[in-house]
């Protein structure tokens, strides 16, 4: 079945970095757009960034463009998504997720159709 | 950046009733909308995209409408699996692609 499995939790001091990766299974990696996603506790989802898998360009949030990579390793299926000079408004839940795509005559309609599992990064001193 | 506000942010209903839920843009996003459910300590899953198109596999008691500005999602009957927190997310225009604040649903 289609399925994007996530490193596991991660707790790092301010200033690190962090590296988590996203492997999909099930379907052809380089057809899809994954998006990555963040959400800290009692928060709502923050948007990241996005990364087309075919050609490996990527799209991010001006709020961390300075301090976030999103790459992939299509022989291997992956994705990963860093994030530098840590702060502790950084802890939160990661998300990777695929992007489906539905066409209706002109439009393109976007969505997350199939998530990880999600990476909890915790960022303490 | 386009903002989505979701009223209510919480609600208390007994299973059977129907729900709806509201999600405003601040700007006009035509039907780029999509609705997912977060149940506490799972990822989103999503619900509805394209504003009313229901996503394989959802049940058909979920439904989802508007255009424009204005997006409701609507639980015609109310089961105790739907207790969870529903976020509406625009994808019409990025970066970045935000999402609502959330509205957190409670079986009484």
């Known amino acids: 079945q289609v399925q994007l499995v996530q490193s596991g939790a991660e707790m790092k001091k301010p200033g690190a970095s962090v590296k988590i990766s996203c492997k999909a299974s099930g379907y052809i990696f380089t057809s899809y757009t994954l998006q990555w996603v963040r959400q800290a506790p009692g928060q709502r989802p923050e948007w990241m960034g996005w990364?087309?898998?075919?050609?490996?360009?990527?799209k991010y949030s001006q709020n961390i463009q300075d301090r976030v990579t999103i790459t992939r390793d299509t022989s291997a299926s992956t994705a990963y998504m860093e994030l530098s000079s840590l702060r502790s408004e950084d802890t939160a839940v990661y998300y990777c997720a695929r992007v489906g795509l539905a066409i209706s005559g002109p439009d393109y309609y976007y969505y997350m159709d199939v998530w990880g599992q999600g990476t909890t990064v915790t960022v303490s001193s | 950046d386009i903002q989505l506000t979701q009223s209510p942010s919480f609600l208390s209903a007994s299973v059977g009733d129907r729900v709806s839920i509201t999600c405003r843009a601040s700007?006009?996003?035509?039907?780029?909308v999509a609705w997912y459910q977060q149940k506490p300590g799972k990822a989103p899953e999503v619900l509805i995209y394209a504003a009313s198109t229901l996503q394989s596999g959802v049940p058909s008691r979920f439904s989802g409408s508007g255009s424009g500005t204005e997006f409701t999602l609507t639980i015609s009957s109310l089961q105790p699996e739907d207790s969870a927190t529903y976020y509406c997310?625009?994808?019409?225009?990025?970066?970045?692609?935000?999402f609502g604040g959330g509205t957190k649903v409670e079986i009484k």
């Open positions: 990364l087309h898998v075919g050609n490996g360009n990527t």
């Open positions: 997310q625009q994808l019409k225009s990025y970066p970045p692609l935000t």
């Open positions: 700007q006009g996003i035509s039907t780029y």
